[in-house]
């Protein structure tokens, strides 16, 4: 008998998110991105799973039960965002002089987005989600009090699969023994993963 301690989770780490450059036939090209932007502004992440469970019966039992995800929702509490993405996210168009002009019907922008999991004891899970588009966003906001409250948002962003198989996340934890030793945030951050080609040429192989 082995037992396992797993590590809990402590906090949400920072966000990451890079424009994809369509294709020039404007679709969604995977292996082009834009400079991946890093903002430390995070709350909290809320995760969705938004999929079908098929039982298949075979003999007059259980046989398997087949699952597919179609997409992943998450819900982004953020103390702020940059409103220059924010306005791209959302498909809003931006007038010489600096007039927001949005609402009208369109299609929004794909991008990667990734976040950081920190774990209780120094451990870390790095999470890609290659295609993204925004959903949704709140803008609320409340008057003043004598002490200061923060004002937090919630960015909704729906994740895609993104290959023929109907992959959506690429990630690392390292809580397994395969996860390189030199392996850091900023190396897996660097650009979205796509590929394993994509992640083998950040790290090295563990020895």
Same mark, same amino acid.
């Given at each position: 008998?082995?037992?396992?301690?797993?590590?809990?989770?402590?906090?949400?780490?920072?966000?990451?998110?890079?424009?994809?450059?369509?294709?020039?036939?404007?679709?969604?090209?995977?292996?082009?991105?834009?400079?991946?932007?890093?903002?430390?502004?995070?709350?909290?992440?809320?995760?969705?799973?938004?999929?079908?469970?098929?039982?298949?019966?075979?003999?007059?039992?259980?046989?398997?039960?087949?699952? *597919?995800?179609?997409?992943?929702?998450?819900?982004?509490?953020?103390?702020?965002?940059?409103?220059?993405?924010?306005?791209?996210?959302?498909?809003?168009?931006?007038?010489?002089?600096?007039?927001?002009?949005?609402?009208?019907?369109?299609?929004?922008?794909?991008?990667?987005?990734?976040?950081?999991?920190?774990?209780?004891?120094?451990?870390?899970?790095?999470?890609?989600?290659?295609?993204?588009?925004?959903?949704?966003?709140?803008?609320?906001?409340?008057?003043?009090?004598?002490?200061?409250?923060? *004002?937090?948002?919630?960015?909704?962003?729906?994740?895609?699969?993104?290959?023929?198989?109907?992959?959506?996340?690429?990630?690392?934890?390292?809580?397994?023994?395969?996860?390189?030793?030199?392996?850091?945030?900023?190396?897996?951050?660097?650009?979205?993963?796509?590929?394993?080609?994509?992640?083998?040429?950040?790290?090295?192989?563990?020895?």
């Amino acid at each position: 008998m082995k037992t396992k301690k797993p590590m809990m989770k402590e906090t949400v780490g920072a966000q990451y998110y890079a424009f994809n450059t369509p294709s020039d036939d404007g679709n969604v090209d995977l292996s082009k991105y834009e400079d991946t932007v890093k903002t430390e502004v995070v709350k909290s992440i809320g995760t969705t799973e938004n999929g079908d469970s098929v039982n298949v019966r075979a003999s007059g039992k259980d046989y398997a039960t087949m699952n *597919q995800t179609s997409n992943v929702e998450l819900a982004i509490e953020v103390i702020a965002f940059p409103p220059e993405d924010l306005i791209k996210m959302r498909g809003d168009t931006v007038s010489e002089n600096g007039l927001i002009t949005s609402g009208a019907a369109g299609e929004r922008p794909y991008f990667a987005y990734g976040k950081v999991v920190k774990k209780v004891g120094g451990g870390v899970r790095y999470d890609w989600y290659p295609k993204c588009q925004l959903v949704e966003n709140t803008d609320d906001i409340e008057t003043s009090e004598d002490e200061f409250s923060e *004002q937090t948002d919630t960015v909704t962003i729906r994740c895609y699969a993104f290959d023929d198989k109907g992959n959506i996340k690429n990630s690392v934890d390292s809580e397994l023994e395969s996860f390189p030793k030199d392996l850091t945030e900023e190396k897996f951050f660097t650009k979205p993963i796509v590929t394993k080609e994509d992640y083998d040429a950040v790290v090295s192989p563990v020895i």
